[in-house]
């Protein structure tokens, strides 16, 4: 059964950080590329940062450049999120996406597998 799996959301203070991690099961991450994603209540979801399945391609959206930085390790079947500097429009459900394409994108419709996310909280 081909699974991804979200963690390392939680509750942060703003101005804090988080990791978070895509891990893979029944399939190997090294030939997807990979999307972050996240939903806050009430808005439609976004893309916020991929990768390639090289790694050589990374993209993040305008509100989280300079903060958040995607990473790869393919010998662990993972990818990492590395949020800083988190604001309150942070908030959401964060989910990992995989695609065979070429590159990578933040628009949601090339991701074949989805994992059921993870909540993130920035909060005073």
């Known amino acids: 059964q081909l699974q991804l799996v979200e963690s390392g959301g939680g509750l942060v203070q703003p101005g804090g950080s988080l990791r978070l991690s895509c891990a893979a099961s029944?399939?190997?991450?090294?030939?997807?590329?990979i999307g972050w994603f996240r939903q806050a209540p009430g808005k439609e979801r976004e893309g916020v940062s991929c990768?390639?399945?090289?790694?050589?391609?990374?993209i993040y959206t305008d509100s989280v450049k300079a903060r958040f930085t995607i990473s790869r390790d393919n010998a662990k079947n993972s990818v990492y999120l590395q949020m800083n500097s988190l604001e309150a429009e942070d908030t959401g459900v964060y989910y990992c996406?995989?695609?065979?394409?070429?590159?990578?994108?933040?628009?949601?419709?090339?991701?074949?597998?989805w994992g059921l996310g993870t909540q993130v909280t920035v909060s005073s």
């Open positions: 996406a995989a695609s065979r394409m070429f590159g990578c994108s933040v628009l949601s419709t090339p991701y074949e597998f």
């Open positions: 990768i390639s399945f090289s790694g050589k391609t990374t």
């Open positions: 029944g399939f190997t991450l090294n030939v997807y590329a």
